[in-house]
């Protein structure tokens, strides 16, 4: 079997914006597409916010457009 090449999307936001909604809509499996996120990890600091995605397959670009 062909093995699928894993992805990481990062986004960064001022601080205090949509961070919070966005986690909760992964968790929640909001996305068309949330069959594809396989983690996610966030990290908030002072100056800005930072979300990143690990997904299944990067090779589905239509469904890395959609998550990020």
Request: glycine share 8%; proline share 1%.
């Amino acid at each position: 079997p062909k093995k699928k090449k894993k992805n990481k999307i990062c986004l960064v936001f001022k601080h205090g914006t949509y961070i919070i909604v966005i986690a909760f809509a992964v968790i929640g499996e909001d996305f068309l597409d949330s069959d594809k996120i396989n983690g996610l990890v966030m990290s908030v600091r002072k100056q800005q916010d930072k979300l990143s995605l690990w997904t299944a397959d990067s090779d589905d670009e239509g469904a890395m457009r959609r998550i990020g």
